[in-house]
């Protein structure tokens, strides 16, 4: 059974900095696609940043480019998103998913089958 262990969460000031970390468990092989999405009080969930199987591809949403960064570690396995200059509208619920089968657009919530229970991110002002 496969399990997405995030973490790395947290109350951080404005302008701070936080790194969100995805553990998949119950496959022996790296992911085709992890992505990262977000869900603040009263919205629905977002796209915030996706990588493909080998790290050559990334996609981020606009309003987080230039500030965060999604990548693969520990054998391909492990994601990380580098969250740097924080703003107070980037608290929200960051969820982790992961698809081992064909997506076709990273950027859609629909194409993970797989999704981690969330870690929050508070950014005060």
């Known amino acids: 059974q496969v399990q997405l262990a995030e973490s790395g969460g947290g109350l951080v000031q404005e302008g701070g900095s936080l790194r969100l970390s995805c553990v998949p468990s119950?496959?022996?092989?790296?992911?085709?696609?992890m992505g990262w999405f977000r869900q603040a009080a009263g919205k629905e969930r977002e796209f915030v940043a996706a990588?493909?199987?080998?790290?050559?591809?990334?996609w981020y949403a606009d309003s987080v480019k230039g500030r965060f960064a999604i990548y693969r570690d520990n054998g391909q396995s492990t994601v990380h998103l580098q969250m740097n200059s924080l703003k107070p509208e980037d608290t929200a619920v960051y969820f982790c998913?992961?698809?081992?089968?064909?997506?076709?657009?990273?950027?859609?919530?629909?194409?993970?089958?797989?999704w981690g229970h969330g870690t929050q991110v508070t950014v005060s002002s």
């Open positions: 119950g496959r022996t092989f790296s992911s085709i696609a």
């Open positions: 990588i493909n199987w080998g790290g050559s591809s990334k």
């Open positions: 998913a992961a698809e081992w089968a064909v997506v076709e657009d990273p950027t859609v919530a629909g194409s993970y089958d797989y």
